[in-house]
Structure formats: C-alpha cells, structure tokens
C-alpha cells in the first residue's frame, strides 16, 4: 500500500522545492509518524531513519498535503445528507454500543475538548 500511494503522489510533487524529491525516504519518515503518533524528533532519530526535526516536520507537511490532494476525493468520504449521517449512526450503535457517531478513525486518538458553557449547564 506504501508503493502505492509513493507512485499515486510522486508525479504532484516539484522536483525543484520538494524535500520528497531529494529525499524519498522522506515519504516513508511521514509514514512512520502516521502509524506511531511519536514526536517528530524521535521519528528523524529513529536507527533507520536520520533526519532532523524540521525535515520530518516538512516532510509530514508535503506527503500529508499531496495525499489529500491526490488520493483525498478517492478514499476519503464523507456523509453529506441527513439520511446517510442516521444510517451510519444507527449502524455504528448497533456494532460499537456508541450513540450518535458517524465516523471512526482506527488507532488514532483524537483529544476533544468541551466548551467551558457546556460544562457549567
């Protein structure tokens, strides 16, 4: 799957500005802070990786932006009518036992804040 999104995004990317250019394991440093969550400075000293935090952080920022660009409308889909936002609802009930959600994101932890007048009421 790495190869394939690698070849889907590789003819967006400038040749001239781009650190993925000069650098491909730049795509896969990105790749592995995707799957760890870890800290950009970790991932750049990872033993097979060597890159400095402001590469890793580059390099997130162009392979994220060209996998949104390139493959966005492809994979990512979102529910846009009432009636599929309730069908996703009822169905993720029925499996998880979680009211009103309409997407999950695997392995992903997503801090939510409340809003301080929600709490208070």
């Known amino acids: 799957m790495a190869h394939y999104v690698l070849n889907r995004i590789l003819p967006t990317i400038s040749t001239k500005t781009s650190v993925l ?8 440093s990105a790749l592995y802070f ?3 969550g870890s800290y950009q400075r970790t991932v750049g000293q ?7 935090q402001q590469s890793v952080s580059r390099a997130i920022m162009e392979v994220t932006s060209a996998i949104v ?14 009636e599929e936002k309730n069908v996703l609802k009822a169905r993720f009930m029925q499996s998880t036992g979680f009211p ?15 809003q301080l007048r929600n709490i208070i009421t």
């Open 69 to 82: 660009t390139v493959l966005g409308q492809e994979w990512i889909r979102f529910p846009t009518t009432v």
């Open 34 to 36: 995707y799957t760890t």
């Open 21 to 28: 250019a000069i650098q491909p394991i730049s795509f896969f």
């Open 100 to 114: 009103g959600v309409i997407a999950a994101i695997d392995c992903i932890h997503i801090a939510i804040i409340a």
């Open 46 to 52: 990872s033993y097979n990786i060597s890159m400095s």
